[in-house]
């Protein structure tokens, strides 16, 4: 383990979620990951964006950068995003869902898109 208490694994799907855009959680992450991608967005002023994978679906947590809203257009792609999703809770600064194993990764991207990354 180094310094910053991460794993190679950890550090590894880190730098994933750089260029993702979100982390995707597996039994092998840990919370420390997790904190550590939470700072990151906020310090970079970007969408926290995160995919647990379960068993027989991924739970998809998206809230955007801090002091953000969904614009009106925003929004509306946002919800068709979501369309096959279940379990949908919709803020004004977020959304989480359940997703199909096998979907997470296009909803993930469209939800990223929607607010322009």
Not at 7 to 19: F, G, K, Q
């Amino acid at each position: 383990m180094a310094k910053n208490g991460l794993t190679s694994a950890e550090r590894t799907v880190l730098s994933r979620a750089e260029d993702d855009g979100w982390l995707t959680l597996t039994a092998d992450i840990r919370d420390v990951a997790l904190i550590h991608w939470q700072r990151d967005c906020k310090r970079c002023q970007r969408s926290f964006a995160v995919l647990r994978l379960e068993p027989q679906r991924a739970s998809l947590w998206f809230v955007l950068a801090e002091g953000r809203e969904w614009a009106e257009r925003e929004q509306t792609q946002a919800r068709e995003a979501l369309r096959s999703a279940t379990g949908i809770v919709f803020t004004p600064c977020s959304a989480q869902a359940f997703v199909t194993l096998g979907n997470e990764v296009p909803v993930m991207a469209q939800l990223l898109n929607s607010v322009g990354r």
